[in-house]
């Protein structure tokens, strides 16, 4: 699974998922309307990095509510 894919399952399990500021490997969850679960910190933890790279990438944007990431080619 890549990060977009976790943080998209993330936002569909109801947790909203940012970079803190000021604290490049750090992230802050807040569920909107879900529960975190071991499963999802499991997922976290293991995304941390790439979550947060993601998260932070100056073509990152958000459009209705949902995170998508440029598309590569």
């Known amino acids: 699974m890549q990060a977009q894919e ?3 399952y993330l ?3 109801g947790l909203h998922i940012d970079p803190i500021p000021g604290q490049s490997d750090r992230v802050r969850v807040t ?3 879900g529960e975190l679960t071991d499963e999802h910190r ?3 933890r ?3 990095p790439a979550l947060v790279a ?3 990438a100056p ?3 958000q459009e209705g509510g949902t995170k998508t990431a ?3 080619t």
């Open 6 to 8: 976790v943080l998209s």
């Open 11 to 13: 936002e569909a399990e």
């Open 31 to 33: 569920p909107v309307k």
């Open 42 to 44: 499991r997922l976290i």
């Open 46 to 48: 293991e995304h941390k």
């Open 54 to 56: 993601l998260l932070t």
């Open 59 to 61: 073509a990152f944007a």
């Open 70 to 72: 440029p598309a590569t």
